[in-house]
């Protein structure tokens, strides 16, 4: 009697992350713990050299003359508004559609965010939009360049700079990112990033940073980020306790001499994407052409978005929804925005999904992921 013949089972495939810091981790491991090392060789833990290293690389890398470090990317937006005197009474224009930490920085001025519609295609503020919006009451205007392209600066910037209004750049998705060739955060009157772990640049923490070209702005950051202190335990300004530790500064100093290299791999990977999908109906991410994207996120829209990331999810695929819900139907904003009606924002919170992004991602998970998007658009 023949036995019966036995297969070995067939193993499911294994999950694809949304992001793997771990692959990036492992590519610069022994140069990262020898920063580490260092700086606990060196017994300077906060405002010391690593810290200010950043600050002039970061800067300069940014085309402007000053760098400030401070805690975290929603208090680089925050300290910037702050030292331009924004404060109650005051209107900031805003983008409707990103995270809640732009919003929340102007809030904490006791300014009034005032949001404005985006663009459909980039998801970026829309020019015409701010222009509309501008009160006698507005003090800044806050383009956030969201999912690693560029807003339309070039206008954004002509019309604030015909009124006299300030820019602050939203810069937290798009280090390396440019517009006409001009890199991000050297726009406005002050570019503001955040090197949250899953940033582009990102620390082993949280962490920010203000770029600016004006030098009292930069001093006003560096006497806000210290208790409102320049010399120790004089005060002459109520401050905060804001600054970067060395730890993420050596961190993020040896990450950054990777970042265009890294970001040249997103693009990469992104295009992988774009000829994946092509002709699947979905829509993909849209370059404006007028400078460089590095997707920060590679986000699709679809009406079948749902069954998309329901598909995705099943197979154990990482994917995320940024943003469900725009700023202005926020349970913590509805009442200030009683009656907005911002279409392509709300548009864009029902019909988009990012899909795994990473320099480190293969062209096999890139495949399996487009096989399950394609699943999910014909379900």
């Known amino acids: 009697m023949n036995e019966p013949v036995t297969r070995p089972p067939v193993s499911a495939p294994a999950p694809i992350p949304m992001l793997d810091l771990k692959a990036e981790y492992a590519l610069f491991g022994d140069e990262l713990r020898s920063a580490l090392l260092g700086v606990l060789d060196s017994g300077q833990f906060i405002l010391g050299p690593q810290g200010a290293a950043l600050e002039r690389e970061l800067a300069q890398y940014c085309g402007v003359e000053h760098g400030v470090a401070v805690a975290n990317g929603t208090e680089a937006l925050h ?24 919003a929340e920085a102007i809030s904490y001025t006791g300014a009034t965010p005032v949001f404005v519609d985006v663009e459909p295609d980039t998801f970026n503020l829309d020019p015409a939009a701010v222009a509309r919006a501008i009160t006698s009451r507005t003090r800044a205007v806050m383009p956030v360049h969201l999912f690693g392209q560029c807003a339309a600066m070039d206008r954004i910037q002509q019309i604030c700079d015909h009124r006299g209004i300030p820019v602050v750049e939203d810069c937290a998705q798009s280090i390396g990112a440019d517009f006409d060739r001009r890199p991000c955060g050297s726009w406005g009157v002050a570019g503001c990033t955040s090197f949250y772990p899953s940033k582009n640049l990102g620390a082993f923490g949280d962490g920010g940073l203000v770029v600016t070209k004006d030098a009292r702005l930069a001093d006003e950051l560096r006497v806000l980020r210290n208790h409102g202190s320049r010399v120790r335990y004089h005060h002459h300004v109520i401050g905060y306790n804001s600054r970067l530790d060395e730890m993420q500064a050596a961190i993020l100093r040896v990450k950054f001499k990777h970042i265009d290299t890294l970001n040249a791999l997103r693009r990469e990977k992104a295009m992988l994407y774009n000829k994946r999908l092509a002709g699947t109906g979905a829509v993909m991410p849209i370059e404006h052409g007028r400078g460089k994207h590095i997707y920060h996120q590679y986000t699709l829209r679809s009406a079948k978005r749902d069954a998309i990331k329901a598909a995705l999810d099943a197979a154990k695929i990482g994917a995320m929804i940024y943003y469900p819900i725009p700023l202005h139907q926020q349970d913590v904003y509805q009442e200030l925005c009683r009656g907005a009606n911002l279409p392509n924002a709300e548009a864009a919170a029902r019909t988009v999904v990012s899909l795994p992004m990473f320099p480190m991602l293969s062209e096999e998970q890139i495949g399996r992921v487009c096989e399950v998007v394609v699943a999910g658009l014909a379900g």
Request: charged share 10%; net charge neutral; proline share 4%.
């Open 79 to 102: 300290l910037a508004l702050r030292a331009l005197g924004v404060g109650p009474g005051h209107e900031v224009i805003t983008s409707a559609f990103t995270f809640i930490g732009s």
